[in-house]
């Protein structure tokens, strides 16, 4: 026959097992709507007593079968192989979600430029040329509308700079304030992992046996509290974790390990200005390498520079290349149309387009040419004062009035080349009017006639009334018309003429190339075409990935719900199967304590 109490432990067990487990089931319920909580239970083993007596045979053991059941511990219910896919995926996903808005912020700052922004700035341009080059070359109202259709265009250059610019300086703002709060989940992970630690060896559990770590019934609200960060770490950077033996755990942010048990490190941020990129470290003086993640989406888009890209810059299209990709069309546009216009450098009143980092000197001559970009480019001061400067022509030879000119000083040679009735020749001279008119008569005889202003300039003039002559030195042709205009010490004279308005006209659909570094070459139209569709392509690759890596993170985040997270009907059906199993071992009890009852008052009383 057993112990008298055998049977009465049994059932306390029980009974102790079953409202622990009605408890457990409670407190799940309870906690249905925390954040982070992972399902728990209690892990029950049977009850197992050995003995050696003499007399019983290590088979059999009879009198000690039936113990019922052990309480081991509670613990909670996690799958390490789905949080660790799961961490993975959210890390992707974080990445194009905040990087997709950014592109989609540079979309809406170029105004849609394909359609209503620099596109049409453009054709504007382009008909507000045709209309004046077909008219009139002196209507002065359509020669101002050209003029303003160019000053809208650099305008809108100017405002693309600056709207660039704030979104650049705004993004890294926030990817300074994205580091500091991942510092911040650091150190809240190493102050928990020195938690966990404690916890451990202030319980029975604490001893590592033999490098095996610590039982799985540990803190389990602690280890809920770590997970989460975990979870909101891998929004912000890729990570890696490895658990100790005392119940903490290793973490590699970008595969630089940061957090080593209760030890961690910081990540630091250069200055942006010093390098003109994000320049981010350990503090241990590792580079991490960030694959994922928000700091990696604004890596992307602050770095980014494309074709552009300096040492610690990226070759991805961020804000920097579109804001290069709009100086290199600033460039490209005032370069094309000066040139048709005949600009050069000691020929500024050709320019349309100049700089606002140009410099005059107190006579207003151009002394050096600043850098023209999408913040610098403006409408010059010559077109401004006078907007039909692109209709003027500076080489038509009309008839054979007198032309004069002055030599440069310091003396000759001089080389020079007189056309005469389509006739070119190069003449090369230094002397005084009767060399000159010996030049000329070996050059065209019985052609030009030599003389004196009157005021020390040689003149020229066809001795045929009929024949048509010009004269050119360098990039200055002097000419014969109604007008005189000197310059650099020639003479020439000017016109207006429609044609030479078409030139810029066609000018628009020539072939140019954008950029140092060879971006691309085409016409303007092209080129507002082909960024238009490089962002267009950008957007719609993030867009796809967004869509596969959303169905993927939530796939997996409900494969780890189903297993972590609480099911309201199932702890229900737990609580009624907990309850009916406690009114069992209550009634067992009972019965016991009837058996046992009788057996204390009832037997040895026979005859009583």
Request: negative net charge; proline residues 2%; aromatic residues 10%.
């Amino acid at each position: 026959m057993r112990s008298s109490f055998a049977g009465l432990e049994m059932s306390k067990r029980t009974i102790q097992l079953s409202q622990k487990a009605l408890d457990i089931s409670a407190g799940n319920m309870g906690n249905t709507m925390t954040p982070g909580y992972s399902r728990q239970r209690v892990d029950i083993t049977s009850m197992h007593i050995t003995s050696y007596k003499n007399w019983q045979t290590r088979l059999s053991r009879l009198s000690l079968a039936g113990q019922g059941a052990n309480g081991v511990g509670v613990a909670q219910l996690r799958n390490p192989y789905l949080d660790k896919r799961f961490r993975e995926m959210n890390s992707h996903l974080a990445t194009a979600e905040k990087k997709a808005p950014i592109l989609e912020e540079i979309q809406t700052t170029l105004d849609n430029f394909e359609n209503v922004g620099m596109e049409g700035m453009l054709a504007r341009f382009k008909e507000a040329l045709s209309k004046y080059g077909t008219n009139s070359p002196d209507n002065l109202e359509l020669a101002t509308i050209v003029r303003n259709s160019a000053f809208d265009i650099t305008k809108m250059l100017n405002s693309y700079a600056r709207d660039l610019d704030r979104m650049l300086e705004d993004n890294v703002f926030e990817l300074r304030a994205t580091v500091d709060y991942v510092n911040t989940l650091i150190e809240r992970v190493a102050t928990l992992n020195t938690a966990i630690v404690k916890e451990y060896k202030s319980t029975e559990f604490g001893a590592i046996h033999q490098g095996r770590g610590v039982s799985p019934y540990g803190p389990l609200e602690l280890m809920d509290e770590r997970n989460l960060i975990l979870d909101e770490l891998s929004t912000y950077v890729n990570i890696r974790t490895d658990e100790n033996v005392d119940g903490s755990i290793n973490v590699f942010l970008g595969d630089v390990l940061m957090i080593e048990g209760e030890k961690y490190e910081s990540l630091v941020m250069r200055d942006f200005e010093n390098f003109n990129a994000a320049v981010i470290f350990a503090s241990n003086g590792q580079t991490p390498n960030f694959r994922s993640g928000e700091i990696r989406a604004y890596i992307d888009v602050v770095n980014g520079n494309g074709p552009y890209a300096t040492h610690f810059q990226s070759s991805d299209y961020g804000i920097p290349y579109y804001k290069s990709a709009m100086d290199a069309f600033a460039e490209a546009f005032s370069h094309l149309m000066n040139s048709v216009n005949g600009v050069t450098f000691d020929d500024s009143h050709r320019a349309m387009f100049g700089s606002t980092l140009d410099v005059y000197d107190p006579d207003g001559n151009i002394v050096s040419r600043g850098p023209i970009t999408a913040a610098t480019i403006r409408i010059s001061d010559e077109w401004m004062h006078d907007a039909s400067m692109i209709g003027l022509v500076y080489n038509e030879v009309i008839g054979s009035v007198i032309s004069s000119f002055s030599f440069p000083e310091g003396g000759g040679p001089f080389e020079f080349d007189v056309t005469l009735n389509g006739s070119t020749v190069t003449v090369n001279f230094d002397g005084t009017e009767a060399d000159l008119q010996n030049v000329l008569d070996i050059a065209f005889p019985g052609g030009f006639i030599v003389g004196n202003d009157g005021d020390g300039n040689i003149t020229i003039s066809a001795e045929n009334e009929d024949d048509v002559f010009s004269v050119t030195s360098g990039d200055v042709t002097i000419t014969t018309n109604r007008t005189d205009v000197t310059s650099g010490g020639w003479a020439y004279s000017v016109n207006l003429d429609g044609n030479h308005v078409k030139e810029l006209l066609l000018a628009l659909d020539h072939p140019m190339k954008f950029g140092r570094a060879l971006d691309f070459e085409g016409s303007a139209f092209d080129y507002v075409a082909f960024l238009s569709n490089r962002l267009g392509q950008g957007l719609k690759f993030l867009d796809e990935q967004l869509d596969t890596l959303t169905v993927t993170t939530n796939n997996l985040l409900d494969s780890r719900d189903a297993i972590m997270g609480v099911s309201t009907d199932e702890e229900g059906i737990n609580m009624l199967i907990y309850q009916k199993w406690y009114n069992a071992a209550a009634r067992m009890m009972t019965a016991l304590d009837e058996c046992l009852d009788r057996v204390i008052n009832g037997m040895g009383r026979v005859g009583l």
